[in-house]
């Protein structure tokens, strides 16, 4: 078993016009509505200045298969550099998780999901650049999240995971995956980049952007799967073995979704504008049908 991208091809789902000039790192959420929602990175102007990202964008749509989604405000505009959100519903609370300069949270109560305020949060534990961004939450169980980062280990990259019972105070768990020293990518902020894990078939999947992002369009879309029973542990990549990756697509920072009216799977996709990076639709979060070979 197997994903690949299927389709007819990539199509805008979310396009910033007053926000911001393009979406980068994101993440796309369900609310209890029924209605999807959209938080990407973004800034005012299409040069390449990753320090001044410092909102998110924000969009909404009732179909993933329709794209169009209509745009809303700035999110988490509280000053500090703001990248690649998570955002979980506790059942009570949206909470969302960003980075990069150390772990940030809010919590946001409307149903529109609009308005957003900062709280304290937490993460013990953690060894030295360990979990350094582009957090991503999953719900383990009724009790239990799970934050996925990129970091590195020792001098090569990494995926670390935390573990919670409210979504705002984390422990470091291991990590889940290691790279080596001869892997292909080791930059000195962590090649493991975007990490998203979810379940399919009996399976964890653990997807990265596995890049240096300067590396031309084949490295900037260079997303890498691996799958597990466990969502602790994915082994080891050293670029060496085939068998050691269960997948690849060409995306960027993808999220994977599953449309639970329909039963079809989705994939995203986004970037930076430019010869360099090429994304897929450029200024767009795209989305594609993901499908399986079983």
Known sequence: MKPRLGGSGWRPLFTPQRTGAYVNDHCV??????????????RPSLELD?????????????????????EHGRVCDFGPRAWAPSVAFDGQRWVMLYGPDLLRAAVCDDERLDHWREVPCSLTGAPLEACLRDGMILRLDDDTWLLYTTGK??????????VSENLLDWRFV??????????????????????????HGGYYWLSITYTTSFGGPADYHNTLLFRSTNPFEFGTYSGDDPSEVAAKLHAHAPEYLRDPESGRWFVTSCGWHGALFQPVIAGSVAIRELEWDE
């Open 29 to 42: 959420v369900r609310a209890p509505t029924g209605l999807w929602h959209v938080f990407g990175i973004t």
């Open 50 to 70: 990753p320090h001044q990202e410092r909102w998110f964008c924000h969009g909404s749509g009732a179909s993933l298969a329709a794209g169009g989604f209509d």
């Open 153 to 162: 280990r020792g001098r090569a990259g990494a995926v670390s995971v935390c």
């Open 174 to 199: 291991r990590f889940a995956l290691r790279t080596t020293l001869a892997a292909p990518s080791n930059p000195p902020w962590g090649a493991t980049e975007s990490p998203f894990v979810f379940e």
